[in-house]
């Protein structure tokens, strides 16, 4: 039988994935397929990589066992991988500064990138800084009003930002622009994108720059146990940490894979980001994959009290996952996520972003169902400082307090 | 010298189902030898910023694929000879099933399709009804195809080979860099006459139409400029707006015809 680790087989998931883009990115596309290829298994690159996710980024990052969480709980033990404490404050430095690396070697000097919650707009502009490159990002309008405070970040670290004016103003639209500028730019320009989509390529070299989270967990949790952990729990919006949790796991049977989507305001009211539990099969952003449309086709508009959730797609590799059930996808709504927000930072002392407050959540209400000798592990994706502007507006909205 | 071909895009159903038809039968007037009928998608990945923006607005009016389909219909009826095709992304026919998609549209007059988004590795499924339907399946190739890959989509590509101009999407241009005009020299050559070679992207003026066909093309793609003189007209002044597009169709006629 195939190993689940083997995909994707000829660029395909199953028959998710695929190249679905304008002939003018073929060449370019082509040429980050050999480059990468040719980069994967050299030991001259990894060593470089690892010198800047140990020495710049902090590396490797805590595995932390949350006592109070799981006290309060009351029943599987919650560990929390802390991608919060990566430089940047999220993971996306790890795949940012993995593909900085590449677009170096293949001699390109500007890097495009979309960013939606601003985490991967910031890791690009970063690690373009500490690498000599010059960053461009596109980011929707809507986002750069729910996330000031990362668009000053970028600018700081040299960035320039373009705001995103057309369709919904969100982080689709931002990849939208970024691949009209590769299309426009594609000689000399590297398209660094930020989550496990877009066309092969993309969803398996994040995935592998992202892997470095599962890696470290299956080593940690060695300092705790010599049981192999019960339950991973990520939150997906194009499944980027959950795809590097997950990954070197895939073929460990014993080992539950839940993802966690944005739920929004229930899944009734329409109101969400939950593609896989909610989406159909569709062509977008260069790939096959599940969509949140309309009955014509016609990508909806989606909604996440997190902007990194609010996407209407997710990576093909979680499809296939779904389709064969080796992992689970769930919801949790803007509530819900609120919920552990306080939570979180009330027994443990941890800000958490509030996008992997939804597999927080989810692993609040899983724990109780299991044995306290069973262990849960959640990647803590990313640190709350970018949220609390909109953690205040939602309090004030819910609770009349401030 | 052969007369060159123009095909013009409009967007189905843009400004408003009414318009939209008295304004291809303006161009068809105008001397147009091909249709192509965008069906808008939200999002338009290879489009620049007007048809973008008619995309968007089509799809606020409610627009939709069949709305489009009854279009062309209707276009049919009126213009039994004349060859129609289709531009939109690919998920547009991946929603409904290739299959049933690309039936509905024959059944509608469809003559082929155009699909910015649709690579010929991806292409197996939509080619097999292509094939079945007899519906012609327009590749696109822009200046930076290998040699190797041109000769596999003038293989695969029936109808017409659609020419990428330029490194962008769709949209006026000023002018034209020497690089489009080596790419459609080098396509023509790879071609030996066995496919027409259309170029589109930027095109809009006689002078531009006069510079593709000297460098080999068979006919050219004219839209957005089409879309921009809809827009520049108010929704009330329909008369005005048919009047001027059928002069400047016939222009662009006259540089096809007059080498």
Not at chain 1, 280 to 304: A, C, K, P, V, W
């Amino acid at each position: 039988m195939t190993k689940l680790r083997e995909f994707p087989i000829a660029g395909k998931y199953g028959k998710y994935g695929g190249k679905y883009i304008p002939e003018t990115l073929v060449p370019a596309i082509n040429e980050l397929e050999d480059a990468y290829e040719k980069i994967r298994n050299d030991s001259n690159f990894k060593k470089e990589l690892d010198y800047y996710l140990q020495n710049y980024a902090g590396r490797p990052t805590p595995l932390f066992f949350a006592k109070n969480l799981t006290e309060y709980v009351g029943g599987a033990r919650i560990f929390l991988k802390r991608e919060d404490l990566l430089h940047g404050g999220a993971h996306k430095t790890n795949n940012c500064l993995g593909q900085c690396l590449l677009a170096k070697k293949m001699g390109k000097k500007r890097i495009i990138a979309e960013t939606g919650a601003g985490q991967h707009g910031v890791g690009t502009a970063m690690a373009a800084a500490v690498l000599g490159l010059k960053a461009e990002i596109y980011m929707g309008s809507i986002d750069i009003e729910r996330q000031k405070l990362n668009l000053f970040r970028m600018e700081l670290l040299g960035a320039k930002v373009h705001s995103v004016n057309s369709g919904t103003k969100t982080l689709k639209d931002a990849i939208n622009e970024a691949l009209r500028d590769w299309i426009t730019n594609v000689k000399d320009t590297y398209y660094l994108i930020g989550s496990v989509v877009g066309p092969h390529p993309y969803p398996m070299m994040v995935r592998d720059f992202q892997s470095v989270i599962g890696e470290e967990i299956k080593s940690q949790l060695r300092n705790f146990t010599k049981r192999s952990p019960h339950a991973l729990i990520c939150c997906v919006g194009g499944g980027s940490n959950a795809m590097g949790t997950f990954f070197p796991f895939l073929d460990d049977k014993d080992v539950s894979l839940y993802g966690v989507e944005a739920g929004g305001l229930g899944i009734r009211t329409g109101k969400h980001s939950a593609t896989l539990n909610e989406g159909s099969e569709g062509i977008l952003h260069g790939m096959r994959t599940y969509l949140l449309q309309d009955e014509f086709g016609q990508i909806n508009d989606t909604h996440s009290i997190s902007a990194g959730l609010d996407y209407p797609g997710v990576g093909p590799q979680h499809v296939q996952l779904k389709d064969i059930e080796r992992a689970e996808y769930v919801t949790c709504t803007d509530n819900e996520a609120l919920d552990a927000f306080f939570k979180l930072s009330r027994l443990e002392g941890i800000i958490p972003a509030l996008e992997p407050c939804h597999a927080v959540s989810y692993a609040m209400k899983l724990a109780k169902k299991m044995r306290r000798d069973e262990n849960i592990i959640v990647t803590l994706s990313g640190r709350g400082d970018k949220d609390i502007d909109q953690v205040i507006k939602f309090r004030k909205k819910y609770t009349g307090r401030s | 010298m052969k007369q060159k071909g123009l095909i013009c895009y409009i967007m189905g159903g843009y400004p408003n189902p009414t318009t939209c038809e008295k304004i291809i039968s303006s161009i068809v007037d105008g001397g147009a030898d091909i249709i192509e009928i965008g069906i808008p998608f939200s999002d338009p990945i290879a489009d620049g910023p007007v048809i973008q923006e008619a995309s968007y607005r089509a799809l606020q009016n409610g627009i939709t694929p069949d709305k489009c389909l009854n279009l062309i219909k209707r276009t049919r009826k009126k213009y039994p000879e004349l060859p129609i095709v289709i531009m939109t992304y690919t998920n547009i026919l991946q929603k409904n099933g290739f299959r049933k998609f690309m039936e509905m549209a024959k059944d509608a007059g469809t003559d082929g399709f155009v699909l910015p988004d649709m690579t010929i590795e991806e292409s197996k499924e939509y080619l097999e009804y292509s094939k079945k339907l007899e519906l012609a399946s327009i590749f696109l190739v822009a200046p930076n195809t290998s040699n190797l890959r041109i000769r596999k989509t003038l293989d695969v590509s029936t109808g017409f080979v659609y020419v990428v101009s330029v490194y962008g999407t769709t949209g006026m241009r000023n002018s034209f860099n020497e690089y489009t005009l080596t790419a459609i020299k080098n396509i023509k050559k790879l071609s030996s006459n066995k496919k027409n070679i259309s170029v589109g992207f930027g095109i809009s003026t006689p002078h531009h139409i006069k510079l593709m066909s000297n460098y080999g093309a068979d006919a050219v793609i004219v839209g957005s400029a089409i879309i921009k003189m809809i827009n520049s007209n108010k929704v009330s002044n329909i008369i005005h707006l048919q009047k001027k597009l059928l002069n400047y169709i016939k222009s662009l006629k006259t540089a096809c015809t007059n080498r």
